[in-house]
């Protein structure tokens, strides 16, 4: 009876395996990769006109167009090959392959794109959140936290899907962090295993589930940020106050300011011109010695490589503090950032076992769970610490700012806090997504796998 009991779990992780939607991963686009077993047991390569190979390593370049392919087989003899424009290397071993410094599980596709070698790693969508957790979030967090990553990274992934041709995400930012077998930990796997197939919509309809590091205090509304405003991504207040970079502070000397704005020969003064509802730049006028030049915030941020755009400037003296009348007039011109209380954790969800809505249970803990006062103003003896390396009498831009990243949706220090404070990933995702609805991905969520799940229940486990 256990025997049998054990083939029918294997059995049903199988199933659940093959019906698990795929990723398609962009790892690297360069003129040469380079690929090694990780161990004794060599990887299986296809595509390259004669027959399988089972290699130790390889080396993938191009030549006159076709992909070359030169290592070492599992025999020990050398091999250099060609092929037109794809290869595939697959491998039982569990612990991956290494391309480059990183190991991967799954498939590797090899492509001609653009005169360099593209690869693209495939693997069920599960795998990948386990190393997308880890690379997103330090994996000794409160598992909350990581759940809320979990699905939100889920959600986001399983959107993009056949999106972009030859791959779905890249593995940066651009997209979301995914660093491979290393970035997996029993926690960050845990988290994973724990949401299963669970993930975020509204309307009926995947959301854009995006995530950033700190807010610096409130949330942005996605319309602020970008073309639409959508009904799930408005301004919150955020639970990041612990964070190390809720308050920041970059200063620029003169040389540098040149070299910044070329086209008005420096900074002689930056004027705020607007700002969003949470205080986040939205114009900046840029006056030099030689004109002026207007730049959108995101353009500011990142021409000047600031961490966010909930930021103040403010021209001071390098060799010492700012006055306080430079300070009081850097208040007048710059708007501070909405006191506006946004509201509070939500207490009602839809159970994703049963899709019936059930309250939350009345609890001390969530009485806590109210949004932060309002944040007081800047305190400028906390910023103007002097620098080094300026010249006496120099005048020096300084930017004041707070948060990291573009402010809408989850806040991944927000949502750290909040997991210090007792709430559950539930709680976490619906404070940042408003109004969405946490349950198990279907089939019609996605076009791309409907025709290929026939049953959801298998994926759910």
Do not use: C
Not at 413 to 439: K, M, N, P, S, V
């Amino acid at each position: 009876m256990p025997m049998a009991v054990m083939a029918v779990g294997f059995d049903q992780r199988a199933v659940q395996a093959a019906q698990e939607p795929s990723m398609r991963v962009l790892l690297s686009q360069a003129p040469l990769v380079r690929l090694r077993a990780d161990g004794e047991q060599p990887f299986l390569v296809r595509g390259l006109g004669r027959g399988d190979q089972r290699m130790r390593s390889m080396d993938v370049s191009l030549r006159a167009g076709r992909l070359l392919i030169s290592g070492q087989t599992s025999n020990g003899s050398d091999l250099q090959l060609s092929a037109r424009s794809a290869i595939e290397v697959n491998s039982n071993d569990p612990r991956g392959v290494w391309l480059g410094s990183r190991r991967y599980r799954g498939r590797l596709q090899f492509l001609v794109r653009a005169g360099q070698v593209q690869v693209v790693n495939h693997l069920g969508i599960e795998t990948y959140l386990a190393s997308v957790v880890g690379s997103e979030m330090p994996h000794k967090w409160p598992l909350p936290a990581l759940q809320a990553q979990a699905v939100a990274a889920r959600t986001y992934a399983l959107r993009q899907r056949g999106k972009a041709g030859d791959f779905d995400v890249k593995a940066t930012v651009s997209s979301q962090v995914y660093r491979g077998v290393e970035s997996e930990t029993p926690s960050t796997i845990e988290a994973v295993e724990s949401t299963r197939s669970l993930v975020l919509v509204h309307a009926g309809r995947l959301i854009n589930a995006v995530f950033h590091s700190s807010s610096g205090g409130a949330t942005e509304p996605s319309g602020e940020v970008w073309r639409n405003q959508l009904p799930y991504l408005v301004s919150v207040a955020d639970h990041d106050q612990h964070s190390p970079v809720h308050r920041w502070n970059k200063r620029f000397n003169d040389d540098e300011l040149r070299g910044l704005f070329r086209e008005t020969g420096g900074v002689k003064s930056l004027q705020v011109l607007k700002t969003s509802s949470t205080g986040r730049v939205r114009t900046a006028r840029v006056q030099g010695p030689r004109g002026s030049l207007v730049l959108t915030g995101r353009e500011l941020r990142k021409r000047l490589g600031l961490k966010s755009t909930m930021v103040q400037f403010e021209l001071i003296n390098g060799s010492s503090a700012s006055s306080a009348t430079s300070a009081q007039r850097a208040r007048q011109s710059v708007p501070q950032a909405s006191t506006q209380a946004a509201p509070p954790l939500i207490g009602l969800w839809q159970d994703s076992a049963s899709g019936l809505a059930t309250p939350a249970r009345p609890s001390a803990r969530l009485a806590s769970l109210l949004p932060p006062p309002p944040l007081p103003p800047l305190n400028q003896s906390a910023f103007n610490q002097p620098r080094p390396g300026f010249r006496v009498g120099e005048m020096v831009l300084e930017a004041r700012g707070q948060g990291f990243g573009h402010g809408v949706g989850m806040s991944q220090w927000g949502a750290h806090g909040l997991a210090l404070q007792g709430a559950d990933f539930r709680q976490i995702l619906l404070h940042y997504y408003r109004g969405a609805e946490i349950r198990p991905y279907r089939s019609s969520d996605d076009p791309a796998v409907a025709l290929r799940l026939r049953s959801e229940s298998a994926w759910w486990g």
